[in-house]
């Protein structure tokens, strides 16, 4: 029998090779490992800094695509993968509206930053942009959610509200007051209800402007507090309306509409009724029977007689 | 003899050889079996890298066409931006739907968050559901539902809403009709407001053991606690809450009783009974302990 001998050295010589080649292999793997561990870390910092959601069969079609996967393995094609998205997409902008419509409140902007992810607890900081009629707001909330037993337990950790609007003194102390106790809905509520407050005075303000515009004047806009009502034919006789939408820290919104004359030395003298003198809280009395809109309409008659 | 000697040997030292060379071809298979492992292993290890790397690249495009969507609005003439962003013509096309995807997603989501009806049509359009979302001090608390049939005239057929609350009042006395959302406004008060005087409550039985809870009513309107009154004779005070208006969650009314008159009348519990008027129950009982008016 013919064996194909190996002398030693052919031997160790072969066995050092295959060594090496072995040592390659592992040096590759741990080298390839490492840069694994690199890599999702770098994944992970990535989807935390801006968070976004991606589940669902359409997104996560889409994602295959985008990775690089062929058609033939997905077994769908990207026309039909576009098609849904596209669908989809369409259905979201219909119910963006409808909840635009019903919430009274118009979102812009919505970016989430994930701050902590673990098995039981996940929390995020939620930046949004919008406005609710004229009023913009950017509100900026942090939420913790932890899943306890059976229940998700929500909570909203930290608020920060901005508002351009600082000439409402009134609100800016409400919202002050509802960033400490972190009540995120609670201003919302407010919000919509104080804007519709508004929307009433400029309304009704703007309706006597058109109405009287020789002797109602808006010296801060429509939709300041103040209106002016001057006779054009007695000098230095004014009335003014103060229109103020007064916001309690629990959210409670009440309009207070006040009257306050301006007559000069001689007018008063004359008046021996104390009509003037009483005008204010007579004023007040008409509110009560009439309301705001024919109140002032009376008022106004009134300095244009 | 020596030439039967000599092929006893030779025989011997054949064996030996071959049984060398058996074990070398096992090591040698040995080898190559953990080579083609390693190999393996190598291959699954570089493609995992290869598809990380992909994923971390399509994630990153869709950030940065998310931010420049955030940023600007939907882009429908192709800008500079957007052309610098991808590089095949039809994948652009894919990933700005894609940020427009998890931009909408987004905002559906805030809605909610922000107290939102969360309005969902039903019955192909002939009905509505909305969400009446309660929190108080941060914690979202219950949420209540209603739906809504859209008829001629708009009724309630289901909801979930506690009897106590006026919800008939509400709708025959209020604009359901003519304003849906002022009237969803009224009620969310409501059942906020009931939200917040049940959450004081169950956070005072929590954290205020030594005050016990004599009596209370479904809709938390009507509070009666009993303190004790540090000292030697560790008196007893009644103290009842009244909250008349049912849409807030502080207390309308104030009254505290004790066998020691004394001590109801002094100028610390006209304090406490201020506090008690303007600050929610289980904070204002934590100044009271620290004040030592109660145990």
């Known amino acids: ?305 | 003899m020596e030439e039967a000697r000599k092929g006893v040997l030779g025989h011997l030292k054949m064996l030996e050889m071959e049984a060398n060379n058996l074990e070398l071809k096992q090591q040698e298979l040995r080898r190559r079996g953990r080579q083609e492992e390693l190999n393996a292993n190598l291959q699954a290890l570089l493609s995992k890298r290869d598809q990380l790397k992909a994923e971390i690249k399509a994630n990153t495009s869709l950030q940065k066409m998310r931010t420049l969507l955030d940023r600007t609005g939907v882009p429908y003439e192709r800008n500079e931006d957007v052309d610098n962003l991808e590089d095949g013509s039809d994948n652009s096309q894919l990933l700005l739907m894609m940020a427009r995807h998890t931009q909408l997603k987004d905002l559906l989501h805030a809605h909610h968050l922000i107290g939102g009806y969360d309005v969902l049509q039903t019955r192909k359009g002939k009905g509505v559901c909305v969400s009446l979302a309660t929190a108080y001090e941060g914690v979202y608390l219950e949420t209540y539902n209603l739906e809504i049939d859209l008829g001629s005239n708009l009724r309630i057929c289901r909801h979930n809403i506690p009897p106590f609350i006026p919800l008939e009042r509400l709708v025959t006395q209020g604009n359901m009709q003519t304003d849906i959302r002022d009237f969803l406004d009224t009620l969310s008060q409501y059942l906020n407001a009931y939200a917040g005087r049940k959450q004081q409550l169950h956070l005072t039985k929590e954290i205020h053991s030594s005050v016990q809870v004599a009596e209370s009513n479904a809709l938390c309107t009507i509070l009666v606690l009993m303190f004790t009154i540090p000292g030697e004779k560790a008196e007893a005070a009644l103290c009842t809450l009244q909250y008349a208006n049912h849409t807030q969650r502080l207390p309308t009314r104030v009254n505290i009783e004790s066998e020691d008159t004394a001590l109801v009348s002094s100028p610390q519990w006209k304090k406490n009974q201020a506090l008690l008027l303007e600050t929610p129950l289980h904070t204002a009982l934590v100044t009271m302990k620290k004040t030592g008016s109660i145990a």
């Open chain 1, 1 to 305: 029998m013919m064996t194909k001998l190996l002398s030693l050295t052919d031997l160790s010589k072969r066995t050092r090779m295959k060594k090496n080649l072995e040592n390659v292999y592992e040096a590759q793997i741990k080298a390839l490992q490492e840069e694994i561990a690199a890599l999702q870390g770098q994944q992970d910092k990535n989807e935390r800094e801006i968070a976004m959601n991606l589940a669902g069969g359409r997104m996560q079609d889409a994602l295959l695509i985008m990775t690089g996967h062929q058609e033939k393995e997905m077994g769908k094609s990207q026309r039909d993968i576009t098609a849904h998205l596209k669908t989809e997409i369409m259905e979201m902008e219909e119910d963006l509206i409808r909840q635009t419509k019903i919430n009274g409140i118009v979102l812009v902007n919505c970016c989430v930053k994930t701050v902590e992810k673990g098995n039981k607890k996940m929390v995020q900081q939620h930046r949004l942009t919008g406005h609710c009629s004229f009023l913009d707001f950017q509100v900026e909330f942090e939420l913790t959610d932890v899943q306890e037993d059976t229940t998700l337990v929500r909570t909203i950790t930290d608020l920060n509200i901005v508002m351009d609007s600082t000439e409402f003194k009134d609100f800016s102390n409400f919202v002050s007051g509802v960033e400490d106790k972190r009540d995120l809905l609670l201003f919302f509520r407010t919000l919509r209800r104080f804007s519709d407050r508004c929307e009433d005075r400029r309304r009704t303000f703007q309706h006597f402007q058109e109405k009287y515009p020789c002797v109602v004047s808006l010296p801060g806009g429509c939709r300041a507090e103040v209106m002016q009502i001057k006779s054009p034919k007695l000098a230095g006789c004014a009335l003014t309306i103060y229109w103020s939408i007064e916001v309690t820290n629990e959210g409670d919104i009440t309009p207070k509409i006040d009257l306050l004359t301006k007559m000069p030395e001689k007018v008063l003298e004359m008046d021996s009724r104390k009509v003037i003198e009483n005008a204010p809280d007579s004023f007040q009395s008409l509110l009560r029977i009439l309301g705001a809109e024919a109140s002032i309409d009376t008022v106004i008659q009134s300095m244009a007689a």
